[in-house]
């Protein structure tokens, strides 16, 4: 089987899954987007209206963000990034998704991981980057910085885009300035 076979399976599972409350209100799942062979994998916290209503993650106006600075960047969504989220299922009213619900969906995540072995792991905003790196840590002080996971892949943490949408400024130093600074740093690293 290849990466996509492999992937298209844990999907199946996916449709098929009830462990958590998640799986009796969601209207679709929401697996990945872009491509299974992409050096960058992207770890967001959970799909939203949109992206329940599509079964796509980050396509709402958080999502459109995030593609304009990776566009902005010079990389390709589509072919650069693999995308997804810490729990396959909206949580209702956009709530961040409880540990409980995080651990429950934790095997489809991993098997993603494990099938892409992506170059480097982009944990998206807050919810992500607890996820992996522990729940004491301040997303303004990790974001922009490099950890091991799993003593095996390179990770590092970006601010999440519905952050950045309450932020307008581009100018060096804001919020979105250090996205974009980072987001290169990506690049660079995908590039040696
Ligand atoms: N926010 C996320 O974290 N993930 C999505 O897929 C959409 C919005």
Redesign the pocket.
């Known amino acids: 089987m290849n990466k996509e076979e492999e992937l298209k399976a844990i999907k199946q599972e996916c449709f098929e899954c009830k462990k958590c409350e998640l799986g009796k209100t969601r209207n679709n799942i929401?697996f990945s987007d872009g491509n299974a062979n992409a050096k960058i994998l992207l770890i967001?916290?959970?799909?939203?209206a949109?992206?329940d209503a599509t079964g796509?993650?980050?396509?709402?106006r958080?999502?459109k963000l995030l593609s304009k600075l990776i566009d902005d960047c010079g990389l390709s969504r589509k072919d650069d990034f693999y995308?997804?989220?810490?729990v396959k299922c909206r949580p209702p009213e956009n709530r961040v998704p409880t540990d409980q619900e995080k651990k429950l969906c934790e095997n489809y995540l991993l098997s993603q991981i494990k099938i892409v072995n992506p170059k480097v792991i982009v944990l998206?905003?807050a919810?992500?980057a607890k996820s992996f790196l522990g729940d004491k840590l301040k997303i303004s002080q990790i974001r922009g910085q490099w950890f091991k996971i799993f003593d095996k892949y390179d990770a590092t943490v970006i601010f999440?885009?519905?952050y950045l949408l309450r932020n307008h400024s581009e100018t060096e130093g804001s919020p979105r300035g250090l996205t974009k600074q980072d987001l290169l740093k990506i690049k660079e690293f995908i590039l040696k």
């Open positions: 929401v967001g916290e959970a799909p939203g949109d992206e796509t993650p980050f396509v709402g958080a999502g995308i997804c989220n810490t998206c905003g919810t992500s999440h885009p519905s």
